[in-house]
């Protein structure tokens, strides 16, 4: 007995990654690539969405950023279905700005002999 399928189209979920917390030290120059911090084989074609409303939140400069916690999201949608459908994925980045370690002041005892 032959069975006939109907034509189906697989079409792949798009994969925006796993949420994350990153955190830097309060005026660290060590610029932030969000794609790096993804932490997964995430989906090409995605938008950053900053929940601050941060300027170009994919490459991030947090030498300014004052403490806490900085929010941005990355959401991937099939390129084949509407935006609103099922087969979208988002992810949610944390950048935690956090106070930076100080040693202290260099202190000069006086002279051992």
Do not use: K
């Not at 916690?69 to 509407?82: C, E, H, K, M, T």
């Not at 087969?87 to 949610?92: A, E, F, G, K, P």
């Amino acid at each position: 007995m032959a069975v006939t399928l109907p034509n189906a189209i697989i079409i792949q979920m798009p994969n925006a990654g796993l949420d994350s917390v990153y955190q830097v030290c309060e005026g660290s120059s060590t610029g932030v690539n969000l794609y790096n911090l993804l932490r997964s084989a995430s989906s090409f074609g995605g938008t950053w969405i900053s929940v601050q409303s941060n300027p170009n939140p994919a490459n991030l400069d947090v030498s300014s950023y004052p403490i806490g916690d900085y929010q941005f999201r990355y959401a991937v949608s099939n390129r084949y279905l509407p935006t609103n459908s099922s087969c979208n994925d988002t992810s949610l980045i944390t950048i935690r700005v956090i106070d930076g370690l100080n040693a202290g002041n260099d202190v000069v005892f006086g002279q051992v002999c």
